[in-house]
């Protein structure tokens, strides 16, 4: 019993010594600011992320590499995380289908507690590295996967134990955290440190660092799936118009992309029976419905690759 309070002594001296648990002078007194003062002050802190996310580029860029080379393969980016960390992760994961018109099962979460702390903390967990353990074992990393521990302290044992998990068994990871030289960070292949600094309110890392995670989080999985050729120029072209705000997206990419007035591009998204990748590539290569699909289905869903086979083998025909 001593040790383990020793232990936690320890852990509780190391947490604060750490850039996002520290009190932020900018802050001080905030208690008796007024409504736009506070406002103010935020607002000043909240500038200062995209700096510190700069500052990780590099590896964020490598990262985004790792993950398209695994997707590309049919293998998975798995997220995990804790608390707020695991939330953003849910986020940016359950946002992929609808964004890019990928398979669920391609980008996926794991939060500690399970589903029902996306809506109630679950806070105990995150200090259980068996859980963490657990969690990632039942969704079986190899090779073929990339997996993305997300912790602003970045020591969360829950986290740790997982990456450390999915790389004895052959997956490459990710560590997205907010503090340099974390256990977390030295657990993975790559590291993206956003050096956030002291929060608003001290530690609530829902705050900075949380925006920082959601930043560098949406930047892996756009760029990943831009990589793999589910954004054509800056379109949102995998688009699902599954309602008609959605469908008037769809026409309006048709309009940009094609150079279609708004009448024909409705039109040729009719055709498409709703498929706006299907649509533009029947456009931009002047080919039937059934030759646009076929093309797609051979470039695995590239749009700009499917133009160029479709185009081919409507030459081919002449």
């Not at 393969?73 to 939330?87: A, E, F, V």
């Not at 609808?98 to 589903?115: C, K, L, N, R």
């Not at 059934?290 to 002449?318: F, M, N, P, W, Y």
């Given at each position: ?25 900018a ?31 590099r590896q964020?860029?490598h ?6 080379a695994?997707l ?7 997220y ?28 996926q ?6 589903p ?9 967990d ?9 969690a ?25 134990a ?33 050096d956030?600094g ?69 039109k040729?998204?009719?055709a ?6 299907v649509?533009l590539v ?16 051979e ?20």
């Amino acid at each position: 019993m001593k040790r383990k309070a020793l232990r936690r002594k320890a852990r509780s001296i190391n947490l604060r010594r750490l850039g996002t648990e520290k009190t932020n002078s900018a802050s001080a007194d905030l208690d008796q600011k007024s409504a736009f003062e506070i406002a103010r002050i935020i607002n000043a802190e909240d500038a200062k992320v995209a700096a510190a996310v700069k500052g990780a580029l590099r590896q964020i860029a490598h990262a985004i590499d790792l993950i398209a080379a695994a997707l590309r393969q049919g293998g998975r980016l798995i997220y995990i995380g804790t608390g707020t960390s695991g939330r953003i992760a849910a986020l940016d994961a359950v946002e992929c289908p609808p964004t890019f018109d990928v398979d669920p099962h391609m980008v996926q979460f794991i939060i500690a507690g399970g589903p029902k702390a996306l809506g109630t903390a679950v806070e105990a967990d995150e200090d259980s590295r068996e859980l963490g353990r657990r969690a990632i074992a039942k969704k079986r990393p190899t090779k073929k996967d990339v997996v993305v521990g997300i912790a602003a302290s970045g020591r969360t044992p829950f986290t740790i134990a997982a990456i450390e998990y999915a790389r004895a068994h052959g997956a490459k990871t990710v560590a997205v955290v907010c503090n340099s030289k974390s256990p977390l960070g030295t657990a993975a292949h790559v590291a993206i440190v956003a050096d956030v600094g002291a929060e608003v309110v001290a530690g609530s890392t829902r705050m900075k660092a949380g925006t920082a995670q959601k930043m560098i989080l949406n930047t892996l999985t756009t760029g990943a799936m831009t990589r793999l050729g589910y954004v054509y120029g800056n379109l949102m072209v995998n688009v699902s118009p599954k309602n008609e705000k959605l469908v008037e997206r769809g026409v309006g990419i048709l309009e940009k992309a094609a150079g279609l007035d708004h009448r024909a591009a409705r039109k040729l998204l009719a055709a498409a029976k709703g498929r706006v990748p299907v649509a533009l590539v029947m456009a931009k290569a002047d080919v039937s419905r059934a030759d646009a699909v076929v093309a797609l289905r051979e470039s695995q869903g590239q749009v700009r690759r499917a133009i160029t086979l479709a185009k081919h083998g409507s030459e081919s025909r002449l």
